[in-house]
């Protein structure tokens, strides 16, 4: 059993950056593939990024790519999102999730799930 804890969102204006934090329970979690969904009111959840276990595999939506960049810390059982040049449509609540299988980018695909941080862009 993986737990999930994001922390980090807030109230930026564009083109402002934040840096999301998801940290994982369990020992075993250095062995999960991880994932970053958001969610905007009124739309469908949708896959932002993801990262191997070991960290040398990173894929991006292509609407975050080369703002965003994934990362992780199996030391400290965390998962970082580094959110540069943020835009008024990067508003969502933004969901880490864990994938025992491997790396993926589909919802579906993931174990475990966070609850979320909420992340405001201001124009």
């Known amino acids: 059993q993986v737990q999930l804890v994001e922390s980090g969102g807030g109230l930026v204006q564009a083109g402002g950056s934040l840096r999301l934090s998801c940290v994982a329970s369990g020992r075993t979690f250095r062995s999960y593939a991880t994932g970053w969904f958001r969610q905007a009111p009124g739309k469908e959840r949708e896959f932002v990024a993801a990262?191997?276990?070991?960290?040398?595999?990173?894929y991006y939506a292509d609407s975050v790519k080369g703002r965003f960049t994934i990362s992780r810390d199996n030391a400290k059982t965390t998962v970082y999102l580094q959110m540069n040049s943020l835009k008024p449509e990067d508003t969502a609540v933004y969901c880490c999730?864990?994938?025992?299988?491997?790396?993926?980018?589909?919802?579906?695909?993931?174990?475990?799930w966070g609850q979320g941080t909420q992340v405001t862009v201001s124009s």
């Open positions: 999730a864990a994938n025992r299988w491997g790396v993926a980018t589909a919802e579906g695909e993931f174990d475990y």
């Open positions: 990262i191997s276990w070991s960290g040398e595999n990173t």
